[in-house]
């Protein structure tokens, strides 16, 4: 079976939308006997299940049968510079158990890969879930992801990190597929997937200790020749110029408007400031240096940003990350500067706003990317096979 298997089915019912076998033979051109037939593994996986009857127009009434989300579960885990978000949710991206510890990313692959799977073994304990009810785990990292082999490329914040294998180490654990990216990337596809179906051309920018961005053209995700679309932390702005940045090279806009550089700022002018979460503090209190720091940082950002509406014309520009719970501030900034120096076609219907999903965004985006994958049409065609889906994933993966 290709494109009229039993995935093509499930894709048509992953809409949420119950449907009658009457609909399916209709969309699908299959002849009812077809569609049962293709039904039935998808039946005894627990992937499809009856719902409440259709109205009927004489005779037995039609059974309509929907997406069952709750069939199995996705892994995922959003990892940061300096904290880690593990969840577990269900085949839609609903979280259903979730925690975010502090882990330093610098501290190496090993050890925040190790909290991954312990946290994961954790969440299905709670949960009263074998690990085979997981069919694939989705992650992101705060660097350059080559996404066809989950290996991070020369990560300039993540010491240690340059070519590990993550989904091999991974699977020591979880004997299923392992979907790696960038924590932006994941981000982006999150934002969208809940707050934006049908934005085909939006920017999801991440400000916090690192500053990145998820691009999104034309309904797809852009990852570039090697992963690195839309590293824009350390692309040059002219009020960095001759500051180091930590990934070794000067004039980089996260060396002036990340989290560490503005906590900097700020304890020079006599505050105590260390984190993103200090410096969000301060600007919530009504801290005028900490709010027109903030604001400068915008106007930062908003340089960089500016080349990007005229490269990409995104309608759409939404802003998360930690520093992004200061608010209008920084928004205010980004906007000032990217409506004073892009050209009124690039700006005519372009919004600028506060992530809407806010620190859910990662975990979201990499369950998604996961479940995708799991749940692509030709894979769900192999699990017709076999009547256990976490071990046909294994091989299938």
């Known amino acids: 079976m290709g494109n009229d298997g039993p995935g093509e089915l499930l894709r048509i019912l992953r809409d949420g939308h119950p ?93 925040v890969l190790d909290c991954v799977a312990m946290t994961l073994s954790s969440h299905l304990k709670a949960m009263n879930r074998p690990a085979s009810d997981i069919v694939a785990v989705g992650i992101g990292l705060p660097g350059p992801v080559e996404h066809s082999t989950g290996k991070p490329t020369s990560p300039p914040i993540m010491p240690g990190w340059d070519g590990f294998d993550v989904p091999t180490y991974l699977q020591r654990t979880f004997e299923v597929p392992i979907l790696v990216d960038n924590d932006v990337n994941i981000m982006a596809i999150g934002e969208r997937a809940t707050c934006w179906p049908s934005e085909d051309n939006m920017i999801f920018l991440k ?129 000032e500067t990217i409506y004073a120096r892009s050209t009124p076609l690039a700006t005519q219907h372009l919004t600028i706003i506060q992530s809407e999903t806010g620190p859910e965004a990662g975990v979201v985006g990499a369950s998604i990317l996961a479940v995708e994958h799991a749940l692509a049409p030709h894979r769900v065609n192999d699990l017709a096979t076999t009547p256990h889906l976490g071990g046909q994933q294994r091989r299938a993966g």
């Open 19 to 111: 449907r009658t076998r009457a609909d399916m033979a209709a969309i699908t051109g299959l002849g009812r006997g077809a569609i049962s037939s293709r039904l039935e593994p998808l039946l005894e996986l627990g992937l499809v299940v009856p719902v409440s009857d259709a109205a009927s127009t004489g005779g037995r009434p039609s059974a309509r049968l929907a997406f069952n989300p709750g069939a199995r579960v996705a892994a995922a885990a959003d990892v940061g510079a300096t904290h880690v978000t593990v969840a577990l949710t269900d085949l839609s991206g609903g979280i259903l158990i979730e925690t975010t510890e502090p882990l330093e990313i610098s501290r190496g692959p090993e050890i």
């Open 207 to 335: 400000v916090a200790t690192g500053i990145g961005s998820g691009v999104i053209s034309g309904g797809t995700l852009q990852r570039g020749a090697a992963g690195v679309a839309g590293d824009v932390g350390h692309i040059a702005v002219s009020n960095a110029a001759g500051i180091q940045c930590r990934c070794g090279k000067t004039a980089c806009l996260e060396a002036i408007a990340g989290a560490p550089a503005i906590a900097a700022h700020l304890r020079d002018n006599g505050l105590e400031a260390f984190t993103a979460d200090d410096v969000v503090s301060f600007v919530r209190s009504g801290d005028l240096a900490a709010i027109q720091a903030v604001r400068q940082a915008g106007r930062d950002i908003g340089e960089m940003l500016n080349m990007c509406v005229s490269f990409i014309n995104p309608s759409l520009i939404v802003v998360g990350g930690s520093l992004a719970r200061s608010g209008e501030h920084l928004i205010a900034g980004i906007r």
